[in-house]
């Protein structure tokens, strides 16, 4: 999840301030607690109240290590749309995994080119 400060804002230290405690250990572990999203703050994980509360954050939080930013390319967007269908036939076995994939990787060439 990405916060934002509004360029329009009338507050904008207030909302910088309001902007460090969300993505802070803290309001991390606010949002964990009452909106069950996944904090990416280890001193949040490794609290032994937390790991009491939610025993399987701890397993969750090893795949923190495989993580891959998404592309930074104007096209990404379009690209994850593609990708996805190409995958769902697939896995639904509209097509194999080889062909899914041949489609994926062509029709990757042609947004990149058109864009």
């Known amino acids: 999840m990405g916060y934002a400060i509004s360029k329009g804002t009338r507050h904008p230290e207030e909302a910088w301030d309001f902007l460090q405690f969300m993505a802070g250990p803290e309001g ?9 999203l996944a904090t990416g703050w280890n001193s949040v994980i490794s609290d032994p109240e937390i790991q009491k509360k939610y025993p399987e954050l701890k397993k969750m939080a090893v795949q923190a290590h495989y993580v891959v930013n998404r592309p930074a390319v104007p096209w990404y967007g379009e690209f994850s749309s593609m990708l996805a269908e190409e995958l769902h036939k697939a896995l639904t076995g509209k097509l194999s995994p080889k062909e899914a994939l041949d489609e994926a990787a062509a029709k990757a060439r042609k947004i990149k080119k058109a864009n």
């Open 28 to 36: 991390s572990r606010i949002a964990l607690e009452e909106g069950g």
